[in-house]
C-alpha cells in the first residue's frame, strides 16, 4: 500500500530498548539510515572529554524553542516516560501551550506504524488558520528504531512540517538542542526568502545596519545592547530563537550575527550562508565591551571615529558601576546555559578571584575571545565539564561562593560553602552593559554573606559524636587462706 501522499513506506526499523545504553542506540541509528544526520550532529555539537555532561534530556531545549513561539505546534514522538518528564519540565519553566504526542508500541514500532501515526497527527494538526508551522520531535527510541521524519511532507495547506531527531545520544546538551531546532527553522525560512518574497515582522524593523543576535537573554539585555549599538548607526533585529516564523525573515536579514550564545553552530551556518559576518563573545564589563564594538564595527565597515565615540559612551558608565561595585571574593563558576565564560569575565574585571570556570558546551571559535582573556588571567576553563570536574575543583580552589548546576550546588552546601544555582540566580539577571555591572556583583556580595549561617547549619546537622565507652574495671581474684 502507498502512503496517501506517494511517499515510499518505511524499511521495518529494528526495536531498540530504550535502556540499552548510547552506544547501542547508536549502533541501531545507523543501521537503520541515520549516519548521516549523526555525523552532522557529532560535527556540529562534539562530545568529550568525556562523553557528554550530565544535565537533564537534551530534547527540552528543542521543545522550549517551539513552545516559546508563536503560532507553532510542537509534538513529540518517544518513550512516554520521557514525553512525561519533558512536558513535565516544559510546564514547570512556563509554557502554556499544549505538547502534542503519539504514542507507540512495540508493534507499531517495528511494523512502521508509528510513522502512520506521526504524518496523521501532522496533518490533523497542520492547520493554516492556526498554525504557521507544525514541529515534529523524534526522540531517542523513534530515532535508534529509524522512523523517517524527512519523508514527512514539507508544508501541508501553506503550514511548513519541521522534522527533527534530537536523541539523547547525539545531541549532548539541551542547550545544543536549542540550536537544532531553530538551525532547522532558519534554514527553511532562508530556503523560502530565496525563493520570492515573506512575510514582515509584526514590529517595523529600524533602517539601516542590523545585528542579529543569538541566544536566549535577560528581557532587559537586548535594549541595552542596541543603545551601546546606536552611536554607530546600528540597530538590532528579532533574536535566535526567534518568537514567531516571521521573525525568521528578519533575523537573517542582517548584517551581523552577533553569537553573544556560542554554541549556535548550525544557525550560524546559516547566516554564513546568507553571507552574514559572525562576531563572538559579547559587551559584558569595560574591557570585553570595548572588545566587542571595536569587532561589530569594523564587520559593518564604520569608521574608527565613530566606533570611538560609540566606546566612549558606552565605557563611561559600565566603568562608574563596576567602581562603585567591586566584588572581593575567590569563586568558581560553572554551568550549562553557554554564558558562563562571560559571567566569569565580568566577575574578575570586577575584582572577583576565579580559578576555574567549567561549562556543559563545547569549545568553539565564537569563545576563543573570552576564553583566552581568562586563560590570561590564570583561570582555568574546561569545556564539557562533569558534575565529578567540577566537584573537584570546588574542592581545590575552597571558593567564597560557587555559581552552578544543581548538583554542584547541593555539594557546595553539604561542606558549608554559599552556592548559587547558576541558571537561576544569574540568566535571570542582566548580564551585558551596565546593568550587568550592578546586577552580578550584587549577587555576590549578598551571597558570600552566608558563609557562617551555612557553616551553622552545617554544624546543626553534623552526627553527634559517638559516647566514650566506659573505663573497665578489672577486678582482681582473692586468694584463699589455707588453714
Known amino acids: 500500500m502507498s502512503p496517501p501522499d506517494g511517499s515510499a513506506l518505511p524499511a521495518k526499523p529494528a526495536e531498540p530498548g530504550c535502556h540499552g545504553g548510547a552506544e547501542t542506540m547508536q549502533q541501531a541509528a545507523r543501521a537503520v539510515g541515520k549516519s548521516a544526520m549523526l555525523d552532522r550532529l557529532a560535527a556540529d555539537y562534539p562530545k568529550g572529554p568525556h562523553d557528554q555532561p550530565q544535565s537533564m534530556c537534551p530534547a527540552f531545549g528543542a521543545l522550549r524553542v517551539g513552545l516559546r513561539m508563536r503560532r507553532v505546534a ?132 529600524a533602517d539601516g545596519q542590523r545585528v542579529t543576535l543569538l541566544g536566549e537573554l535577560f528581557p532587559a539585555d537586548p535594549p541595552g545592547i542596541a543603545a551601546m549599538l546606536a552611536p554607530m548607526g546600528l540597530a538590532i533585529g528579532p533574536q535566535l530563537p526567534a518568537r514567531e516564523w516571521r521573525d525568521l525573515y528578519a533575523a537573517l536579514d542582517c548584517s551581523i550575527a552577533a553569537a553573544v550564545h556560542p554554541f549556535y553552530t548550525a544557525s550560524i551556518r546559516e547566516f554564513a550562508a546568507a553571507g552574514r559576518a559572525v562576531v563572538g563573545s559579547a559587551p559584558v564589563g569595560e574591557a570585553a565591551t570595548a572588545d566587542w564594538l571595536d569587532a561589530i564595527g569594523k564587520a559593518a565597515n564604520i569608521d574608527a571615529k565613530t566606533i570611538d565615540r560609540a566606546k566612549a559612551q558606552a565605557l563611561a558608565p559600565i566603568r562608574a558601576v563596576m567602581a562603585a561595585n567591586p566584588v572581593d571574593a575567590r569563586m568558581i563558576v560553572s554551568g550549562y546555559e553557554g554564558s558562563e565564560l562571560l559571567v566569569a569575565r565580568l566577575l574578575i574585571e570586577a575584582g572577583a578571584t576565579i580559578p576555574y570556570v567549567g561549562t556543559a558546551l563545547p569549545r568553539t571559535e565564537w569563545s576563543d575571545p573570552d576564553r583566552l582573556w581568562l586563560e590570561a588571567q590564570g583561570t582555568h576553563v574546561q569545556y564539557r565539564a562533569s558534575l565529578e570536574q567540577d566537584i573537584a575543583a570546588m574542592r581545590d580552589v575552597k571558593p567564597d561562593l560557587a555559581l552552578g548546576t544543581t548538583p554542584l550546588v547541593q555539594a557546595a552546601k553539604e561542606i558549608g560553602t554559599p552556592a548559587v544555582y547558576f541558571t537561576n540566580m544569574v540568566s535571570a539577571r542582566p548580564v551585558f552593559g551596565a546593568a550587568g555591572a550592578a546586577a552580578l556583583p550584587a549577587i555576590v556580595a549578598t551571597q558570600c554573606k552566608g558563609r557562617e549561617r551555612f557553616s551553622r547549619m552545617v554544624s546543626f546537622f553534623e552526627a553527634p559524636p559517638a559516647p566514650k565507652p566506659a573505663p573497665r574495671t578489672v577486678t582482681k581474684p582473692v586468694k584463699a587462706e589455707v588453714a
Open 74 to 205: 510542537t509534538i513529540l514522538s518517544g518513550s512516554a516516560c520521557c514525553v512525561y518528564g519533558l512536558t513535565f519540565t516544559s510546564h514547570f519553566y512556563g509554557a502554556r501551550r499544549s505538547v502534542g504526542y503519539v504514542p507507540f508500541d512495540s508493534e507499531t514500532l517495528v511494523t512502521g506504524q508509528l510513522f502512520e501515526d506521526i504524518r496523521k497527527a501532522v496533518r490533523e494538526t497542520a492547520r493554516p488558520a492556526d498554525y504557521d508551522a507544525v514541529v515534529i520531535i523524534n526522540l531517542c527510541v523513534p530515532t535508534a528504531s529509524g522512523v523517517p521524519l524527512d519523508l514527512l511532507p514539507k508544508e501541508i495547506d501553506g503550514v511548513r512540517i519541521i522534522g527533527i531527531d534530537v536523541p539523547g545520544f547525539g545531541v549532548p546538551t539541551h542547550a545544543e538542542a536549542k540550536d537544532v531546532l531553530a538551525g532547522a527553522m532558519l534554514r527553511y525560512a532562508r530556503a523560502e526568502a530565496e525563493a520570492g518574497a515573506v512575510a514582515r515582522p509584526r514590529t517595523k524593523l
